[in-house]
């Protein structure tokens, strides 16, 4: 997978990029991550990305001439399909599953927008309106850190474990948050971990695990289990 972002500030990511699995990854040949630095395709000895917006208002707009031009680039010949994704609050809720459905893309362009936001006209070149939650941050670059983690973490032979190890986790196959997890030593500050779980009988640990995580999700996200999140034996 090829993954390119666009922002005025690259330094952000360098240590993001250069660590854990996202290095792995790219050491493995699975995934090729950049930044893309806006400045870059600006015309003026300032490097100047935004201007006022038209009808007044606090704030600086960033200008569509630059988005353009640094999308267009990234897109190269355009042989290979993209997603270009830009980070908005006014965007769509991302997802666990919204990052499997990413995964399977070949080539990732997200966009991190600055200062007031991008000039509307710039959509034109977008498939992909994303918001990580109901809260403004300064700029894209956050949100766009997650989504490739969440992304990346998802490519085949990135986990070990292969496919299962995110099958069974928060907002895997089933939808629901993953069950609490224990390990050495059975007993600390007199906490003791569940019988179940010691005792060698899978099908009890397993029953206990499904109870769990059904529990957990009625308490912290009643959301889920309207939408359809469901406890099976």
């Not at 090729?32 to 630095?37: A, C, G, Q």
């Not at 201007?51 to 680039?73: C, H, N, R, T």
Request: glycine share 10%; with cysteine; hydrophobic share 40%.
């Amino acid at each position: 997978m090829k993954i390119d972002v666009i922002t005025v500030f690259p330094e952000m990511f360098r240590g993001f990029f250069g660590e854990s699995i996202l290095k792995r990854a790219a050491a493995m040949g699975v995934a090729s991550i950049r930044t893309v630095d806006l400045r870059d395709f600006a015309t003026d000895r300032r490097r100047t990305v935004d201007d006022k917006p038209y009808s007044g208002g606090p704030g600086m707009l960033m200008k569509p001439d630059v988005w353009f031009q640094a999308i267009e680039s990234c897109l190269g010949d355009r042989s290979v399909p993209a997603r270009v994704v830009m980070m908005t609050p006014t965007g769509r809720p991302y997802t666990q599953r919204v990052a499997e459905e990413f995964s399977a893309a070949e080539h990732l362009i997200i966009l991190c927008g600055h200062y007031e936001g991008i000039d509307e006209r710039v959509k034109t070149l977008v498939t992909d309106e994303i918001s990580i939650g109901d809260f403004v941050l300064t700029g894209g670059e956050i949100p766009a850190a997650a989504i490739v983690d969440s992304v990346v973490r998802l490519l085949p032979g990135v986990l070990g474990g292969g496919s299962e190890a995110t099958a069974k986790e928060s907002f895997g196959s089933d939808g629901l948050l993953e069950a609490p997890q224990y390990t050495r030593p059975p007993e600390y500050r007199g906490l003791k971990v569940p019988d179940v779980l010691i005792g060698g009988d899978h099908a009890k640990t397993e029953s206990w695990r499904k109870r769990q995580a059904f529990d957990l999700t009625s308490r912290n996200r009643p959301d889920i289990i309207a939408m359809g999140g469901t406890y099976a034996v």
